[in-house]
């Protein structure tokens, strides 16, 4: 740490001796201002708040001591240095009266006397700060102990049986937790919202835990709230909900929780949801109705973002959303592979309607779209020849950490777009335009008889130039890469669906089913039939 000083002295000789000869860099100080008389130098303690003043006594306007009286009723640290040309005794006992630190006579000055003077200064002033930052350490200790062993009383309210009110009522009162006799509450679960992205931009969970409480307390102003974290990101509100008829309470806490929001989002970028449930004076229904917030994962997750309501049970439906899976997958690869990014937020947004209609469980939801990523990354990461940058425990995370259905689809949309992307850059790494034409026309006509000499007219290149082109930057013979191609969608349709053989020949263009189930031995080392019973 950079220590700050202001010199004073009536004498420009000795001011000027004193900044120059200084090495204040190296003694971890910085010159704040140099100052030729007491008042000066005052307004220059008031500007800079320095932590060492280092002042001659004889000054006009104002006098070293007196300087010294005034910055040190600002800055009780302040450490303070004379340098005078008196040697008389009563300038000494004042000096001591104010705690200076050094008196050091003109007449006998030596710069290395200064810099030692300057160097022990700063040793008191890191005592100092240790001291302070080892208290502020322990302070922080005690109430983040404490706060850990009030969330510990209150998850064992929740998980286990209370047998006794009163007695845990009492045990509240010795936790700080304040509960008013007779008085109804409104349990209240808030939320943070995306605090995956919070956690990470503030530092880590404790952090964010840290900062939701200090979010909720100073912005949520109501008399007599109990306010405290289950977790890291679940925090209940005990708010207290007097029976009073001429005032409607539930908006006046609605209005708070509006209020919270807005002051969140705009100094902290920090959405926040409150879910509510019913008042009660009962410890018993208030431990129920914490206990059905907590576990209103599907309401959260079918609501969108920044709600304030009331916990309503969500039914799932009993429907297998992966009877859907392999139409969907296909509409999907069908979006990227004709790069059609207006398409794909089109298809999820349909997607989007039909889970939230059908309101599927939300774990399953979850496992249906990392099968489709692992899927579609498979498909365009390894057998496209992308760069394999694929991680299937950081899409399980991402997918995993998502609580709302909203941000689910938000994510799928981005995921899509993204492949989108890398396939158009598949195009364009070290292959020819003409043969990443060719390529991305068998993509997008899988179901089609392609052959050369048809597709080096299309590309306006003479067939035999194009074969030795399109062997050359690829390896394989055009027809060889039309078969792997088609034989690699038949895998997957094999895999994924329970159409037949002879539809799937048909619907990758072959009229003659034998030689189909021919190609596909070839290339999987088994036929369709054995292959399907493999899976």
């Known amino acids: ?66 300087l010294i009286q005034k910055a040190r009723e600002v800055n009780p640290q302040l450490q303070t240095i004379i340098l005078s040309c008196h040697g008389e005794f009563e300038y000494a006992q004042k000096a001591v009266r104010l705690n200076v630190a050094e008196y050091i006579l003109k007449e006998s000055l030596q710069i290395d006397q200064v810099i030692t003077v300057l160097a022990e200064a700063v040793s008191r002033l890191e005592m100092k700060m240790n001291s302070r930052n080892n208290y502020l350490q322990m302070e922080k200790l005690v109430s983040q102990n404490h ?33 008013q006799k007779g008085v109804p509450y409104l349990p209240v679960l808030a939320v943070p919202e995306r605090s995956y992205e919070l956690e990470r931009r503030y530092g880590g969970i404790v952090n964010l835990q840290f900062v939701m409480d200090n979010v909720l307390q100073e912005f949520l102003e109501i008399e007599g ?12 509100l005990f708010i207290p909900f007097p029976r009073i008829l001429i005032r409607n309470l539930y908006e006046e806490f609605r209005n708070k929780f509006l209020h919270v929001q807005k002051m969140s989002k705009l100094h902290l970028r920090m959405g926040i949801s409150f879910f509510y449930g019913d008042t009660t004076p009962s410890l018993i229904e208030i431990k129920k109705q914490i206990q059905a917030l ?43 592979q004709h790069e059609d990014g207006s398409q794909i937020s089109a298809t999820v947004t349909e997607i989007k309607a039909y889970i939230g209609d059908k309101k599927y469980p939300v774990e399953s939801v979850k496992s249906w779209l990392l099968k489709m990523v692992m899927e579609l990354e498979l498909k365009y990461v390894v057998m496209q020849n992308f760069v394999n940058n694929f991680s299937s425990e950081r899409h399980q995370r991402s997918i995993q950490e998502f609580e709302t259905l909203d941000q689910l689809m938000e994510w799928l949309e981005e995921f899509l777009k993204d492949k989108i992307l890398m396939l158009r850059s598949m195009w364009k790494q070290n292959v020819r335009k003409e043969v990443a034409e060719a390529k991305r026309y068998v993509m997008n006509h899988i179901g089609e008889k392609v052959g050369m000499d048809e597709m080096a007219k299309r590309l306006g290149l003479n067939p035999t130039h194009f074969s030795r082109l399109f062997k050359i930057e690829t390896g394989l013979t055009f027809i060889e890469y039309v078969t792997k191609v088609k034989m690699e969608q038949a895998r997957d349709l094999l895999n994924q669906t329970n159409i037949t053989v002879v539809e799937i020949a048909e619907q990758l263009g072959y009229d003659n089913v034998s030689y189909f189930i021919k190609l596909f031995r070839n290339f999987a080392g088994m036929t369709p039939a054995e292959f399907r019973k493999s899976i």
């Open 1 to 66: 740490m950079v220590y700050k000083v202001v010199l004073a002295d009536d004498h420009f000789p000795v001011l000027e001796y004193l900044s120059a000869s200084i090495p204040w860099d190296t003694l971890g100080l910085e010159l704040a201002a140099s100052c030729s008389d007491g008042r000066q130098a005052w307004e220059a303690c008031q500007l800079h708040h320095p932590d060492i003043l280092l002042t001659d006594i004889g000054m006009p306007a104002m006098n070293g001591l007196e």
């Open 147 to 179: 706060s850990a062993i009030r969330t510990r009383f209150i998850r064992m309210f929740v998980e286990q049986p209370v047998w006794d009110e009163a007695e845990w009522i009492g045990q509240a009162e010795e936790m700080g937790i304040h509960l």
């Open 225 to 236: 709230i109990i306010q405290f974290a289950v977790n890291e990101r679940k925090f209940i």
């Open 294 to 336: 907590l576990d209103s994962q599907a309401l959260r997750f079918y609501t969108a973002e920044g709600a304030i309501m009331k916990l309503e049970p969500v039914k799932t439906t009993s429907e297998d959303l992966f009877v859907h899976y392999s139409v969907i997958l296909q509409q999907l690869r069908d979006c990227i």
